[in-house]
C-alpha cells in the first residue's frame, strides 16, 4: 500500500513538472514571433564629426600643390537585429527566463549632403580645384573611416546595455521576475 502511495506521488510529480515545462516551451514560442517583429532595435544614436584632409603635392609632374580640408556630420545608429532570434536563445524555467540576445551592429549610417562642408581649400596657380568626383570620394573614405571607428567608439557597447535594459523592462511587463540577458559574441557583425 506505502510503496502505491509513493508511486502515485511520484507520477504526480512528474506530471506536474512535465506540464510546468510544457507551458514554458508554450511561452517559449509565444515570445519568439513577439520578439522577431521587432526585427531592428535601435538603441543608440551617435553624432559625430570626421574631418578629411587631402593634399597632392607629392606628384611630381604637377606644378604646384592643392590641399583640401572637408568636415563631414555623420549619424550612426546602433542596435540589435531580433529577427535572428529562435527558441535556443530563450530559455524559461520556474519563472525565470534567460535571453541570449545576437551582438550589436552598426545599422545605419546617415550623412547628409548638406553636412559635408569644405572648411578650407588652397590650389596652386597652376592647378585645378578638387572637382565633384575627387570630394565624393574623400566623403566616401571618410564614411568608410567613421564605420571602421564604431567600435573604439564605445556605440556598440552602449547599444547592448540599452538593448538589455529595453528587453529587461518589456519582459517585466509581461511577468517576469527573474530575467538574464546575455549577448551571443561567437559572431561578428556590422554594417555592410
Request: proline share 2%; with cysteine.
Amino acid at each position: 500500500m506505502r510503496s502505491s502511495i509513493y508511486l502515485l506521488f511520484i507520477l504526480f510529480i512528474l506530471f506536474i513538472s512535465s506540464s510546468c515545462n510544457q507551458k514554458e516551451k508554450a511561452v517559449q514560442k509565444q515570445l519568439i514571433p513577439i520578439i522577431k517583429q521587432l526585427s531592428d532595435l535601435a538603441t543608440v544614436e551617435y553624432v559625430v564629426t570626421k574631418i578629411i584632409k587631402a593634399n597632392d603635392d607629392k606628384t611630381w609632374y604637377k606644378i604646384g600643390d592643392r590641399k583640401i580640408l572637408m568636415s563631414c556630420k555623420a549619424s550612426l545608429i546602433a542596435g540589435i537585429d531580433l529577427s535572428k532570434i529562435n527558441e535556443e536563445n530563450i530559455q524559461v524555467h520556474r519563472g525565470e527566463i534567460t535571453m541570449i540576445l545576437p551582438q550589436a551592429k552598426l545599422l545605419y549610417i546617415n550623412i547628409r549632403p548638406e553636412d559635408i562642408k569644405t572648411e578650407y581649400e588652397d590650389v596652386s596657380f597652376f592647378r585645378t580645384p578638387y572637382n565633384n568626383a575627387e570630394r565624393d570620394a574623400l566623403a566616401a573614405q571618410g564614411e568608410s573611416q567613421i564605420k571602421n571607428s564604431a567600435d573604439s567608439l564605445g556605440i556598440l557597447q552602449a547599444a547592448e546595455v540599452n538593448a538589455s535594459l529595453v528587453i529587461s523592462n518589456f519582459l517585466k511587463k509581461a511577468g517576469y521576475e527573474n530575467i538574464n540577458i546575455r549577448f551571443d559574441r561567437e559572431k561578428t557583425q556590422g554594417l555592410q
